[in-house]
C-alpha cells in the first residue's frame, strides 16, 4: 500500500506539472479515441503509467521530440497463434514490437496439439520478462476434433488449472460447435469455467448462420475470426457478437469484412493476424501492415486504430490500457501518419523498447527445454508402396484448393489409373496424391487421398506443421517422393521439406521444437523458408505459400473437404468418405 501511495503521489506530481516527468513526449499530436480527434498535446509519463496529456507539458527526466509525429496507443493483436510465426516468443517480440506491437493475445493450441499441458507451460515460461506483453487463452479444443489424431489432450479439469494463471485471460476458440449445440459435459464444462472467473470465451464458427447460431451463442460466446463476408460478420454482430478481423498470412478477409464495420460501427470489431509467418512479419510488418490496408480500403484512420487498440483491450479486460490517456499503461507507438503507419518509435512501460524499426534493448531466447524438442515418431521409415491406394471404377473426391483460402472444395473428378487399378498422379491436370501419416505415438496409421490446385509437376513436398493436430501431410506425384519427404522430416525433429521426381531433397526448414518451430531467429527462418518455398516452386507448385496452404488441408473443422490421418472427411456432412 506504502508503495502503491508513493507511486500515485509521483504521477499526480507530474500531472500537476510539480515535478519532471520520467520520460516527455513532446513536439507530437496525439490520438484521442474517446473524443474521435486528433490534437497537439505532449505526452507525460511518470514509471510505467501516462500521467498527462496536454500541450502545456515542458519538464521531463527525459525528453524526446517527436517532431510532428503521432501518439497512438501499442498496438494489440486480438488473436494469434504464435507458433505459426514458426519464432520462438522472444524472436518474435523482437520482430513485432518494433512495428507498434505491445501486446497478443495468443491461443497455444498449436503446441498444446503436439504436447498437452507441457506445451502451454513452455509457451508461458518462454514469455515471461520480454518486452512484449503475452496474454494467452486456454485451448478450449485439444484434440481439435475426433476425426485426427493428436499429440496431447486438454481435459476440463485441465482448462480449470489454466485459466487461474495470469495472463490466461479467457477460453480460446471453441471449434466444436455441434458439442455446443449438443450440449456436450466436456465442452459444457470447459465454458462454465470460463464463465465462473467471468473470463470471455472466443468462438470459432465459419459461415455458423441461423437458428444454429442462435443456440452456439447460447452458451455465452462472444466472439468469431472466420467471417468471409461483410453478411455473415454483420449477422454475428447483430447478435451481440464482436467480430476479429482475420488478416493474416494464410487468410485474407480484411477488404471483405470493412463494409461491415462501416455499416455496424467500429465498436464491434477488432484485428486479429491468425496465422503469421516471420517471413511476412519481416518483410510488411504486424498489425501496422493491417492498418495500412485498412485505411488505403476506405476504413477510416480512427476507427482503425480502434480495432487494433481500445477494443480488445476493453474486450478481453486489459485495464487501463488501448489509449493515450491519463491513468493508462504508457504503452504507445508513435508513427508519421495514419496512411503509412510508418513506426518511427514504440514506448513499452514508459521506456522506449524500439525506434526506427530496431529494438533498443537486445532480446534473447533462452534455449528451448529438452522435454519440446524431436517429437516425430514413426512406427517406421516409409517406402512408396506405403502411398499407393486402389479405389474401384468411377470418379472418386478431390479437395480443391482455393487460391488464399483455408476453405477447400469438394470435387468429384476421374483419377488416372494403371493396369491394375491403381490410383496414380496425374500432374497433367493438376491432381496429386496426398497423404496425412500420424506422427505423435507412432501407430502407423496413415490416410491417402487426392488433391487439386497445388500445381506440383513432379516431386514431393511435406510439412509437419498440419493444423490442428499437426501431423506430417505428404503431397506428391512420386510415391518414391513422398516417402522420402516424411523421412526427412522425422530425421529433422519436423519441418517443411520439398524433394525432387528422383526422391533427393531439395531444401529443408527444420522446425524441432514441437515439430513446429525454428529455435533460430526471424532473419533466419525467413532465408530458410524463402529456400524451401523456392524449391517447392521449381517443383511446380501454385499458391503462393505452398507449405501455409499444405498445413490447412488437415484441419477438418473448415469446409469442405480435408484428410486427417484417420482418412478424407466431408465437413459439411461431418463423415469420413470411403474409397469403394
Do not use: W
Not at 497423404?435 to 487426392?450: K, Y
Amino acid at each position: 500500500m506504502i508503495l502503491f501511495a508513493e507511486k500515485l503521489k509521483a504521477i499526480s506530481e507530474v500531472a500537476r506539472g510539480a515535478r519532471p516527468a520520467s520520460l516527455l513526449l513532446k513536439g507530437g499530436r496525439v490520438v484521442n479515441l474517446f473524443t474521435r480527434e486528433v490534437r497537439d498535446a505532449a505526452v507525460a509519463v511518470e514509471g510505467s503509467t501516462i500521467a498527462g496529456v496536454e500541450a502545456g507539458y515542458s519538464k521531463g527526466r527525459e525528453v524526446i521530440d517527436l517532431a510532428g509525429g503521432l501518439i497512438i496507443p501499442g498496438l494489440i493483436d486480438a488473436h494469434i497463434h504464435l507458433e505459426s510465426t514458426l519464432l520462438l516468443p522472444a524472436h518474435f517480440a523482437a520482430v513485432a514490437l518494433p512495428h507498434g506491437t505491445t501486446a497478443v493475445i495468443a491461443d497455444p493450441h498449436e503446441i498444446a496439439n503436439v504436447l498437452g499441458e507441457a506445451g502451454i507451460t513452455f509457451m508461458l515460461r518462454a514469455t515471461e520478462q520480454l518486452p512484449l506483453d503475452f496474454y494467452f487463452m486456454a485451448p478450449s479444443c485439444v484434440p481439435a476434433t475426433e476425426m485426427e489424431t493428436a499429440g496431447g489432450e486438454i481435459t476440463p479439469e485441465q482448462v480449470e488449472r489454466l485459466l487461474d494463471q495470469p495472463r490466461m485471460l479467457g477460453l480460446a476458440e471453441m471449434m466444436n460447435y455441434p458439442g455446443v449445440i449438443a450440449g456436450d459435459a466436456a465442452v459444457a464444462a470447459k465454458i462454465a469455467a470460463a464463465h465462473r472467473r467471468k473470463k470471455p470465451v472466443d468462438g470459432h464458427i465459419p459461415g455458423l448462420g441461423g437458428r444454429d447460431l442462435q443456440a452456439y451463442l447460447g452458451a455465452g460466446i462472444s466472439t468469431d475470426h472466420e467471417c468471409v463476408s461483410a453478411a455473415e460478420a454483420l449477422e454475428k454482430v447483430g447478435c451481440g457478437m464482436k467480430v476479429i478481423i482475420r488478416e493474416g498470412s494464410a487468410a485474407r478477409n480484411l477488404a471483405a469484412l470493412l463494409p461491415a464495420v462501416k455499416a455496424a460501427g467500429s465498436r464491434h470489431f477488432m484485428f486479429g493476424s491468425d496465422d503469421k509467418e516471420a517471413a511476412e512479419l519481416l518483410s510488411a510488418g504486424h498489425l501496422d501492415e493491417i492498418l495500412r490496408r485498412a485505411v488505403a480500403l476506405g476504413c477510416d484512420p480512427l476507427d482503425a486504430v480502434e480495432m487494433a487498440t481500445l477494443n480488445p483491450a476493453r474486450h478481453y479486460g486489459l485495464a487501463r490500457r488501448g489509449a493515450v490517456a491519463p491513468g493508462y499503461r504508457a504503452d504507445l507507438a508513435v508513427v508519421d501518419d495514419l496512411q503509412s503507419f510508418n513506426v518511427r518509435l514504440v514506448i513499452k512501460d514508459g521506456r522506449v523498447a524500439a525506434r526506427e524499426g530496431k529494438p533498443v534493448a537486445k532480446i534473447t531466447s533462452p534455449p528451448a527445454d529438452e522435454g519440446v524438442m524431436h517429437t516425430i515418431k514413426l512406427r517406421r521409415p516409409l517406402q512408396a508402396d506405403d502411398f499407393k491406394f486402389k479405389a474401384g471404377p468411377g470418379a472418386l473426391p478431390v479437395i480443391g484448393i482455393i487460391p488464399e483460402q483455408i476453405i477447400t472444395e469438394k470435387l468429384t473428378l476421374e483419377p488416372r489409373r494403371d493396369e491394375s487399378g491403381a490410383v496414380l498422379a496425374d500432374p497433367g491436370r493438376d491432381i496429386i496424391k496426398i497423404a496425412v501419416i500420424e506422427r505423435h505415438r507412432g501407430s502407423g496409421r496413415a490416410a491417402l487421398g487426392l488433391v487439386k490446385g497445388l500445381g506440383l509437376r513432379s516431386g514431393a513436398i511435406a510439412s509437419s506443421v498440419a493444423h490442428d493436430s499437426h501431423n506430417i501431410i505428404v503431397a506428391g506425384v512420386e510415391e518414391a517422393a513422398m516417402a522420402a519427404a516424411v523421412n526427412e522430416l522425422a530425421r529433422a525433429g519436423g519441418g517443411f521439406v520439398a524433394v525432387d521426381g528422383t526422391a533427393m531433397v531439395r531444401s529443408l526448414l527444420p522446425l524441432p521444437v514441437a515439430g513446429l518451430i525454428s529455435p533460430e531467429p526471424a532473419v533466419k527462418v525467413a532465408a530458410a523458408m524463402a529456400e524451401v518455398t523456392a524449391a517447392a516452386r521449381s517443383l511446380g507448385t501454385a499458391p503462393l505459400n505452398p507449405f501455409l496452404t499444405l498445413s490447412f488441408l488437415a484441419l477438418p473443422v473448415i469446409p469442405h473437404l480435408k484428410i486427417t490421418d484417420r482418412g478424407l472427411f466431408d465437413v459439411n456432412s461431418f463423415n469420413f468418405i470411403q474409397f469403394s
